[in-house]
């Protein structure tokens, strides 16, 4: 069965330059979830996009941004890195109004600043 | 705002025995999700509770949901080494979707 695809599946960035990391979701599915998770830490929602319109958001700091894309495709786009955005970057998507069943998480993008 | 937490938050213990994992949130949620975590590993989803006396067995684990105690729980049989990971629960509503995650519980199995 088809999985939630996230590319790069590492990335090492310098301080202060920019990032994207993409998400492909499953297909079919019209929501895309972005967590981040630092080391030792559980995942913390940023952000999330339901039919290419940002329908909720977390804790993402304003130096990052996101949007989805007419093929559902999600990009995090993230500037000005910081030594602190070293982390596992993951994406989930579902299909609206499915109670949940369908919740499916990348594989993640380990994100290291240097 | 919804909370998650779990306890205990690290748990060493023998082969062979038997453990329990517990998940408290704050507010209502219509769903309740276990997920273990190997190392720099991805979530690995391993169940979805979306009622109030939902019981669901996976091989040596089994998790429940009381939704009107807003408490759920991952029970470990004769635990064996295989199953040391985090074992994270996250809950999570219909109406936004996100989940909220617990604090994880490291789980460590000695021979």
């Known amino acids: 069965a088809a999985g939630v695809i996230q590319s790069p599946r590492h990335l090492i960035k310098e301080k202060r330059e920019t990032a994207t990391l993409k998400c492909y979701p499953i297909?079919?599915?019209?929501?895309v979830y972005w967590y981040q998770q630092g080391p030792g830490q559980d995942p913390q929602f940023l952000i999330s996009?339901?039919?290419?319109?940002?329908?909720d958001k977390g804790s993402i700091p304003d130096r990052f941004s996101a949007q989805q894309f007419s093929d559902y495709h999600s990009e995090l786009n993230m500037s000005s890195l910081e030594l602190g955005d070293s982390a596992l970057y993951f994406c989930?998507?579902?299909?609206?109004?499915?109670?949940?069943?369908?919740?499916?998480f990348g594989s993640g993008t380990r994100l290291t600043v240097v | 705002e919804l909370k998650v937490e779990q306890n205990p938050l690290f748990l060493s213990m023998q082969e062979g025995k038997n453990y329990t994992i517990y998940c408290n949130y704050s507010t209502t949620s219509d769903r309740l999700y276990w997920y273990r975590q190997d190392p720099g590993k991805s979530l690995e989803s391993l169940f979805v509770l979306l009622s109030n006396g939902a019981v669901k067995q996976e091989g040596r684990l089994m998790a429940s949901l009381d939704t009107k105690a807003r408490l759920s729980t991952l029970h470990i049989t004769a635990a064996v080494h295989d199953l040391s990971a985090t074992y994270f629960c996250a809950a999570g509503s219909s109406n936004t979707g996100k989940l909220i995650f617990g604090q994880g519980t490291t789980l460590q199995v000695k021979p």
């Open positions: 297909p079919r599915h019209d929501t």
């Open positions: 989930a998507s579902s299909p609206m109004g499915d109670r949940g069943l369908g919740y499916t």
């Open positions: 996009f339901y039919e290419k319109m940002q329908s």
